[in-house]
Nanobody
Framework: VQLQASGGGLVQAGGSLRLSCAAS????????MGWYRQAPGKQRELVAA???????NYVDSVKGRFTISRDNAKNIWYLNMNSLKPEDSAVYYC?????????????WGQGTQVTVSS
């Protein structure tokens, strides 16, 4: 099982980035897909999530600026980040869960750094 995140980088405040996460070698159908982030000295927090049916939820601080989407056929999901702020700087991790053989499996990507300069 492998989740490969990409798309992070350095951007000025007000700019945009698009993160991608590709899942491979997953035996079961992915249910929920999401993005978390962790800034230095802070706990990891859920930024955005999307269910298999397309329902989304966002942390309040990114509502109206970030959009999560998914391509079920390719097992890829995205996080479009607009109007970025310095406080969005963090390592972003993609996450997915799947159910098989009566249990839930939780998968994590390696993280991609997002740095927003003021």
């Amino acid at each position: 099982v492998q989740l490969q995140a990409s798309g992070g980088g350095l951007v000025q405040a007000g700019g945009s980035l698009r993160l991608s996460c590709a899942a491979s070698r997953i035996r079961f159908t992915i249910d929920n897909m999401g993005w978390y982030r962790q800034a230095p000295g802070k706990q990891r927090e859920l930024v955005a999530a999307i269910t298999s049916g397309g329902r989304t939820n966002y942390v309040d601080s990114v509502k109206g600026r970030f959009t999560i989407s998914r391509d079920n056929a390719k097992n890829i999901w995205y996080l479009n980040m607009n109007s970025l702020k310095p406080e969005d700087s963090a390592v972003y991790y993609c996450n997915a869960d799947a159910v098989g053989f009566g249990r839930k499996y939780d998968y994590w990507g390696q993280g991609t750094q997002v740095t927003v300069s003021s």
